[in-house]
């Protein structure tokens, strides 16, 4: 039997069903298909995610991202500006992922660690961080703005002199 769904239909029901995120900013509005081509173009060659490549275009920015994330079912949220952390907790996660999925940790009760990201919704970065440390991640969105500053002060770039 024909199908009876113009092209266009299809095409909205398959963004609907994305999980990626590039694909879920098209479906709420917030950037263009173009503008997310354009991204993924200019993500080849710089490596960085779509989300960062989208707000380095000026396509969204990083309070855009935050209210949209926010929306999301199950995502909790944190703000890191009062958070303080011990040198232990910081030691779980190199600085260079840390840099490399945007993210912080904040907390550890027993197996279950907690840590602030720019994008919870990424299960990659999230399955690195569990199989570095062991322990299973508790994801929780923060800005970008945050985040940095958090591995600003607690990863300085250069190593502190020990006494």
Not at 48 to 68: M, N, S, W
Not at 75 to 81: D, R
Request: aromatic share 4%; with cysteine.
């Amino acid at each position: 039997m024909p199908s009876t769904q113009t092209p266009k239909s299809a095409s909205r029901r398959l963004v609907d069903a994305d999980p990626r995120i590039g694909n879920r900013l098209v479906r709420e509005g917030l950037i263009t298909s173009g503008q997310l081509a354009e991204a993924l173009a200019a993500q080849k060659s710089t490596g960085r995610k779509v989300v960062e490549t989208l707000i380095a275009l000026g396509h969204l920015t990083d309070a855009q991202f935050v209210r949209f994330l926010a929306q999301q079912p199950g995502i909790p949220s944190i703000s890191l500006e009062n958070c303080v952390v011990t040198d232990e907790l910081v030691a779980l996660i190199p600085v260079e992922c840390a840099r490399k999925h945007e993210l912080f940790p904040i907390d550890k009760m027993g197996k279950l660690l907690t840590v602030g990201m720019v994008c919870p919704l990424d299960k990659a970065a999230i399955a690195d961080i569990e199989a570095r440390t062991g322990l299973r991640v508790k994801p929780m969105l923060c800005s970008m703005a945050d985040v940095r500053r958090a591995m600003d002060k607690y990863y300085p770039l250069k190593a502190k002199p020990r006494n």
